[in-house]
């Protein structure tokens, strides 16, 4: 009786796992080139100096380094949209 109860539950859990997709979590890609990278981290002592002095020159530096950052990531997201 108990070898019977364990076959039906084996069966079950079988038939349960079998058609359930499995549950590997998908890494993501990490794309972003090295150049990048260096412009993020160029970006980010402007950033500090316009949000501590709020001065016209701080604030261009810091959208100039914004503005070739965004074009950088545009690029890159049309090369990998046509490749």
Do not use: C, G, W
């Amino acid at each position: 009786m108990e070898m019977e109860t364990n076959n039906i539950i084996n069966m079950l859990q079988y038939a349960a796992t079998k058609p359930t997709p499995s549950t590997e979590p998908k890494r993501a890609t990490n794309n972003v080139t090295s150049e990048i990278k260096r412009t993020i981290v160029e970006k980010r002592k402007p950033m500090a100096t316009f949000q501590r002095t709020h001065t016209p020159d701080s604030k261009r530096n810091y959208y100039q380094i914004s503005t070739k950052l965004k074009s950088k990531l545009h690029e890159l997201r049309k090369e990998s949209f046509t490749a």
